[in-house]
């Protein structure tokens, strides 16, 4: 079982910002495209953004210009900085480490994200 750490999530005020964390082990990371996901009560589980080995990234068009997926590989770990946030945003936020090699993966335990006046 990999085990992925997330960090970050909570209550802020709408136009806000929040950065979440995802630590996963340094072999697991090194040979996984990273993600974050997020669902919404009564929502299906949906992609935020996506970062390869390479650092390439990819959006989903809800969060374009707002948020930002990034990967520091010397700590194993991911982030999401999230910026001019809105109620809409507010869901239970996932990471993935998706192993390339055997298409084999995970997720941690999600962490909540509420936006809320």
């Known amino acids: 079982q990999v085990q992925l750490v997330e960090s970050g999530g909570g209550l802020v005020q709408p136009g806000g910002s929040l950065r979440l964390s995802c630590a996963a082990s340094?072999?697991?990371?090194?040979?996984?495209?990273m993600g974050w996901y997020r669902q919404a009560p009564g929502k299906q589980r949906e992609l935020v953004a996506r970062?390869?080995?390479?650092?390439?990234?990819n959006y989903a068009e809800s969060v374009k210009g707002r948020f930002s997926i990034s990967r520091d590989n010397a700590k194993s770990t991911m982030y999401l900085q999230m910026n001019s946030l809105k109620p809409e945003d507010t869901a239970v936020y996932y990471c993935?480490?998706?192993?390339?090699?055997?298409?084999?993966?995970?997720w941690g335990q999600g962490t909540q994200v509420t936006v809320s006046s």
């Open positions: 970062i390869t080995r390479g650092g390439n990234t």
């Open positions: 340094r072999i697991i990371f090194s040979i996984s495209d």
């Open positions: 993935n480490a998706h192993i390339v090699v055997n298409a084999f993966d995970s």
